[in-house]
């Protein structure tokens, strides 16, 4: 004897959005997020996508070369390819901030700045990460006039200029070799006395005659006049002469959001999940880089396999609570 299950989504295709009780919310528009709403979708739950901007960290990245079947594609296209995929399915997204998550008996009621109040079984969290500061004088002076974070959308501003990248890990060094294409000269600008990035990246920029390295040191200052003309670093008083900086000096979690839903975090403020991306709340997945999940490794493939695991286990958390 087989069990039937019937799933809200063949029973309700026409009510407005926030007049539904969904079998699982996401949260985050990245690839974890993604890759869980696409699975949820293929158990036939009920999902909806919330998500402030569609992709993520994947918007500020520069070339992708180590996502399986996709030889090298920039972060923006990827971005694209994975909401076409999603497309398919007919999951709704929604572009909005989330900023409270509040249990109802034994559901939850997804609450976002606009006022919209979506129900639910079931939420999966993928809110990424945040890029970090510098926090020096000039960042925000200069920000949108030769201060960044999102190298994709500005290298072709820089084409045959002077730049620095400010970082030492995978996102400067793919930042790194994506201005070269553009700029005549890139500084990359680093605390460490060498890089954290993957050895594939260090080689490419090695071998890049356009890429100068400026190891144990830390920028001081961010000046100019109308745009930025220098950074000034902490250790030597030198200043670099530079027509733009792009700041990629790692990212941190939403923690304040996730203490303010109860969910539990680790030291650094990322979600504490369990091999099934269960986190501490019953009914409530995380999935992806704001998640203890894997340790440092924040990779796409793994917060894409994360968003997977998640949805797999809110399908199963639903069966048992809920049919």
Known sequence: MSLKITFRRLELPTRPLEEKEYDVVVIGGGPAGVAAAIYAARYMLDAILVTKEKGGQLNKIGYVENYPGILKIMGPELIDRLYEHLA????????????????????????????????????????????????????????????????????PLFKDKVV???????????????????????YV????????????????????????????????????????????????GRKIFVNGVFIEIGADPPAEFFRK????????????????????????????????????FKQIVVAAAQGAIAADSAYRYIIKEFR
């Not at 990460?129 to 201060?147: A, H, I, N, Q, Y």
């Not at 680790?266 to 880089?289: C, E, H, L, R, W």
Request: some cysteine.
């Open 261 to 296: 839903i109860g969910v539990e975090t680790d030291g650094k403020g990322y979600v504490k999940v369990s091999k099934d991306q269960s986190t501490n709340i019953p009914g409530i997945f995380a999935a992806g880089d704001c998640t203890n999940a894997a340790g440092a």
């Open 189 to 236: 600008i680093h605390r460490r006395s060498r890089f954290r990035a993957q050895p594939y990246y260090i080689r490419q920029m090695e071998l890049n005659p356009k890429i100068e390295f400026i190891f144990n040191s830390n920028v001081a200052e961010i000046g100019g006049t109308k745009t930025v003309e220098w950074v000034k670093i902490k250790e030597t």
């Open 164 to 186: 620095a990248v400010v970082g030492g890990g995978d996102s400067a060094a793919s930042a790194s070799l994506l201005l070269a294409e553009y700029a005549r000269k890139v």
């Open 88 to 155: 398919k399915y007919k999951v709704p997204v929604v572009l909005d901030e989330v900023i409270d998550v509040k249990r109802e008996e034994n559901k939850f009621n997804v609450i976002t700045a606009s006022d919209r109040v979506f129900k639910t079984e079931t939420v999966i969290l993928a809110l990424g990460v945040v890029k970090r500061k510098l926090g020096v004088p000039g960042e925000e002076e200069f920000l949108g006039r030769g201060v960044s974070y999102c190298a994709p959308c500005d290298a």
